[in-house]
T-cell receptor
Framework: GAVVSQHPSWVICKSGTSVKIECRSL??????MFWYRQFPKQSLMLMAT?????????EQGVEKDKFLINHASLTLSTLTVTSAHPEDSSFYIC???????????FGDGTRLSIL | AQSVTQLDSQVPVFEEAPVELRCNYS??????LFWYVQYPNQGLQLLLK??????LVKGINGFEAEFNKSQTSFHLRKPSVHISDTAEYFC?????????????FGKGTKLSVKP
């Protein structure tokens, strides 16, 4: 089945640093990638959607200058949390889809802890 | 726009008992329907999907779901659960095409299987 690899799985860093999370589709070309944030015991909140070669579309309330998304190729998207603060601590999950009718496949998530 | 309601936030059940996890949706357009499972500290894994055709869909790990258009439901069932089925289950809908094409998740149902 389709595999999405997300790296790193766990990050602990100091407040004020920037953190980059990678999302790769390993066996298919992902025309669209999604980034979600999940708070403890809650559902996934869509942060942004990106199509390869285009600027990401951010959901309402998500700061695009804080959460930088790059989707430069059909197999790689990155999320950079800039100047991270403790309130940015969360579980971030990426997802990729080959085409509109295909289901989304999810990475294993990245747990980000900002001290 | 679409919305998803998972009626039970937690479902405790004994091993080998049957289980049903309820999901209702609302949408002004036709939808695709999905069930995902999330194990602790992991991303989401697709259990099954309804795109068209037979309203009874079978997925992995012995799960099945039935699409009921008149009741706008897509309940997930398993006739006999195992300890290993303990996880969070998310129902999701996706409208046909365009801006309605993103997955909308329910809040999740935590299934706890007890020996």
């Amino acid at each position: 089945g389709a595999v999405v690899s997300q790296h790193p799985s766990w990050v602990i860093c100091k407040s004020g640093t920037s953190v980059k999370i990678e999302c790769r589709s390993l066996d298919f070309q992902a025309t669209t990638m999604f980034w979600y944030r999940q708070f403890p015991k809650q559902s996934l909140m869509l942060m942004a959607t990106s199509n390869e070669g285009s600027k990401a579309t951010y959901e309402q309330g998500v700061e695009k200058d804080k959460f930088l998304i790059n989707h430069a190729s059909l197999t790689l998207s990155t999320l950079t949390v800039t100047s991270a603060h403790p309130e940015d601590s969360s579980f971030y999950i990426c997802s990729a889809r080959e085409s509109g009718i295909q289901p989304q496949h999810f990475g294993d998530g990245t747990r980000l802890s900002i001290l | 726009a679409q919305s998803v309601t998972q009626l039970d936030s937690q479902v405790p059940v004994f091993e080998e008992a049957p289980v049903e996890l309820r999901c209702n949706y609302s949408s002004s357009v036709s939808v695709y329907l999905f069930w995902y499972v999330q194990y602790p500290n992991q991303g989401l894994q697709l259990l099954l999907k309804y795109l068209s055709g037979s309203t009874l869909v079978k997925g992995i790990n012995g799960f099945e779901a039935e699409f009921n258009k008149s009741q706008t439901s897509f309940h997930l069932r398993k006739p006999s659960v195992h300890i290993s089925d303990t996880a969070e289950y998310f129902c999701a809908v996706k409208g046909y095409g365009g801006s309605q094409g993103n997955l909308i998740f329910g809040k999740g149902t935590k299934l706890s299987v007890k020996p």
